[in-house]
């Protein structure tokens, strides 16, 4: 079902997910995105602030695109922003084993002026 500007009304709530994360996940993104000891070795991160291996804060951006994408992006009718609010509140981004999902809620629409 294609996606119209009617479909997305102010106050709109959803939430996409879960989506579950491994650590193989996290080790192989950081790996070739992020390369830092927090997100690469158990041994470094757990005397990080952290305590422990976590995820990148970029890693976590790619799945909350991937899960807006599956939402609802990939079928709306226009190729701009639906103009949704989405936010995160995850102070530990991404353990491994760890699941989250993604709230969101639509803003008001705003109207370009081109």
């Not at 294609?2 to 080790?27: A, C, K, M, S």
């Not at 070795?41 to 994408?69: F, I, T």
């Not at 599956?70 to 991404?94: H, W, Y």
Request: aromatic fraction near 8%.
């Amino acid at each position: 079902m294609t996606l119209t500007f009617e479909d997305f009304p102010p106050g709109r709530l959803g939430t996409f997910g879960p989506r579950h994360v491994t650590r193989d996940e996290i080790v192989a993104f950081a790996a070739e995105f992020d390369p830092q000891p927090m997100h690469l070795d158990e041994e470094a991160a757990s005397k990080s602030m952290l305590r422990g291996l976590s995820g990148s804060g970029w890693h976590l951006c790619s799945l909350m695109m991937r899960m807006m994408a599956d939402g609802f992006i990939t079928r709306a009718a226009s190729l701009g922003s639906p103009g949704g609010d989405v936010f995160v509140d995850r102070p530990n981004i991404s353990s491994a084993g760890q699941r989250f999902c993604l709230p969101s809620s639509q803003a008001p629409a705003q109207y370009s002026e081109h």
